[in-house]
């Protein structure tokens, strides 16, 4: 985008400048930014345990990598679910379990009841 003069100049015709969707551009946002929303919430609906476990092990991932197979952390493949939930409950309840306890007390602060469950059946299933 260029500013001449007192006038934005956008390099796509058909979108205004950042910061520049108000009245109708703004309505159609919201109709398309709301259908986006009610798709996301479907497909969340729809998911298993797992599918929704794999999108936050993610953040477990750089420690205990991508299937679960160890690096910074150990190794999580061949784990129940029920056991992930017992070891993360205990980490959000700040207990001990090893020497790096005072990071997972941060990892697990944040996490639901479900979010543990979910995490516990995706690394099940590796």
């Given at each position: 985008m260029l500013l001449i003069g007192a006038r934005w100049i956008s390099w796509e015709s058909n979108h205004p400048p950042i910061g520049k969707c108000v009245g109708d551009c703004y309505e159609a946002y919201k109709i398309e930014d709301a259908k986006r929303r009610e798709a996301e919430a479907a497909m969340l609906a729809a998911a298993s345990p797992a599918d929704l476990g794999?999108?936050?092990?993610?953040?477990?991932?750089?420690?205990?990598?991508?299937?679960?197979?160890?690096?910074?952390?150990?190794?999580?493949?061949?784990?129940?679910?029920?056991?992930?939930?017992?070891?993360?409950?205990?980490?959000?309840?700040?207990?001990?379990?090893?020497?790096?306890?005072?990071?997972?007390?941060?990892?697990?602060?944040?996490?639901?009841?479900?979010?543990?469950?979910?995490?516990?059946?995706?690394?099940?299933?590796?």
């Open positions: 794999k999108k936050l092990f993610t953040a477990c991932a750089a420690c205990h990598g991508l299937k679960g197979e160890g690096g910074v952390g150990p190794k999580l493949q061949g784990q129940t679910k029920d056991a992930i939930l017992a070891m993360l409950t205990q980490y959000k309840n700040g207990e001990t379990r090893g020497a790096q306890s005072a990071l997972m007390w941060g990892q697990s602060a944040a996490l639901s009841t479900d979010d543990m469950t979910n995490i516990g059946a995706f690394v099940e299933s590796l």
